[in-house]
């Protein structure tokens, strides 16, 4: 093991969904380039010891040294947590990370969580930077009290972590939230991110999504993956099913690729089995967070994606891995998710919590409608999102892409 403080050490407590893939994207870049000093990872066990390709990234030899630090705490994150106890969490977790690695930069890979811990640092080094995902300091403001509330405490707080002294950089997904950002800050910069859609998309895997999912041969596969619960817009869809003719319903099959978020399980089970019941659609519920493979290869095996949310802000996974496999997408109008879809012809967007607009999304699509979805502009759209433009977009602020690999960059 390496004697050297690492370079830069990435922290992320949380698993599921994008946590691991983010991850292993950097890992990747790190090791490809050949960045030198140690990338160390501080992740989940699930992550570090059984994700195989950053474990493998950790065991080869040469440049660009990757060293794995499971974090015994991670499980202890999964569970729901106030305000406060995020924040307590969190800078104790990056405290205890200090003196344990020394490193000379600290990348919250869910600066979302962890911006309280930024804010009350007194320290100026290491230098800290992370990654923004759900943005609003650039939002309208909302009608809703309550919102407008919550988007001031979460203005203040970014502001306060982007002012602290050890912040070096804040990343975001989101490239309209930007300029909104940096004027909240005297000091830390503020640097747009690509989401990537994932280098193994296009093959998926062997899997025959219909077989497997016992799909009638007549009817038109949808499917709606992720953390299923009120956000990803689940209810609002078993409202829009009960909407549709019956003979729609007939033609018509829902697989959702996910487990309930939270305490919602048992809502979203009365809600799926009421729908089941009442309607002649055929539903069915996967409740595993899929592996990459076989989540790409629903998703190209499908007619359709869905991507509802209510009121979502910033970037969504899905909407990359369904451009890449060229599907249609039915997602919510608003936010980052609805520019995307109406910028690059990616679909319908829907507004956000309107069961009778999805409903009608849905039976056009089954009339034959094509949603106003471009194949080649969608996959022009993905080719512009690669993994390599995501690292370098981030590794490259920080002064760690080597200059022979910008070198190649400017030839090509």
Same mark, same amino acid.
């Given at each position: ?8 050490l ?20 790190w ?23 950053i ?7 040469g ?28 800078r ?36 800290m ?11 309208l ?85 992720? %953390? &299923? ?9 078993? $409202?829009? #099913? !009960?909407?549709? /003719?019956?003979?729609? =319903? ?17 809502a ?59 599907r ?22 829907v ?5 009778? %607009? &999805? ?9 034959? $409608?094509? #949603? !106003?979805?471009? /194949?080649?502009?969608? =996959? ?11 690292a ?18 400017v030839?090509?």
């Open positions: 093991m390496s004697t050297h403080p690492p370079r830069l990435l922290f992320d407590p949380y698993t599921g969904g994008h946590h691991a893939d983010h991850l292993e994207w950097l890992a990747t870049a090791k490809r380039w050949g960045i030198p000093g140690d990338l160390v990872i501080a992740a989940s066990p699930s992550i570090v010891d059984e994700r195989s390709t474990s493998a990234l950790a065991h080869e030899r440049p660009g040294r990757i060293r794995l630090c499971p974090l015994p705490e991670a499980a202890s994150f999964e569970r729901p947590m106030s305000l406060t106890e995020t924040a307590v969490r969190h104790t977790l990056i405290d205890r990370l200090v003196r344990q690695e020394n490193p000379d930069r600290m990348f919250a890979m869910y600066l979302d969580h962890a911006q309280a811990a930024f804010a009350t640092r007194r320290q100026r080094r290491p230098r930077s992370g990654l923004l995902f759900r943005p609003e300091a650039h939002l403001p909302s009608p809703s009290i309550r919102r407008r509330i919550r988007r001031w405490r979460k203005t203040a707080l970014l502001r306060a972590t982007m002012n602290a002294p050890s912040t070096e950089a804040v990343f975001t997904l989101d490239p309209a939230a930007v300029e909104a950002i940096s004027a909240l800050s005297g000091q830390a910069s503020v640097f747009a991110v690509p989401d990537p859609a994932p280098a193994d998309a296009p093959s998926g895997t062997d899997l025959d999504v219909r077989r497997a999912y016992s799909v009638d041969p007549d009817r038109s596969l949808w499917v709606l993956p992720g %953390a &299923l619960g009120t956000r990803k817009g689940v209810f609002v869809l078993m $409202d829009a #099913l !009960g909407r549709l /003719r019956a003979s729609e =319903q007939k033609r018509l099959c829902i697989v959702l690729a996910g487990d309930a978020t939270g305490g919602e399980g048992p979203l089970e009365a809600s799926v089995s009421t729908t089941q019941a009442n309607t002649d659609v055929q539903i069915v519920w996967d409740r595993r967070f899929l592996p990459a493979g076989e989540l790409q290869a629903a998703i190209a095996q499908s007619d359709g994606v869905l991507a509802p949310y209510v009121d979502h802000v910033g970037s969504s996974g899905i909407v990359m891995r369904t451009a890449v496999a060229g249609p997408l039915i997602a919510q109008s608003s936010g980052l998710v609805g520019a995307q879809v109406r910028e690059h012809l990616l679909g319908r967007g507004a956000s919590g309107n069961a009778e %607009a &999805l409903a009608l999304a849905l039976r056009d699509a089954l009339g034959g $409608d094509d #949603l !106003g979805f471009d /194949r080649e502009r969608a =996959q022009a759209f993905a080719r512009a999102h690669t993994v390599d433009a995501y370098r977009a981030i590794f490259h602020p920080l002064g760690l892409v080597p200059e022979e690999v910008e070198s190649r960059r030839e090509a």
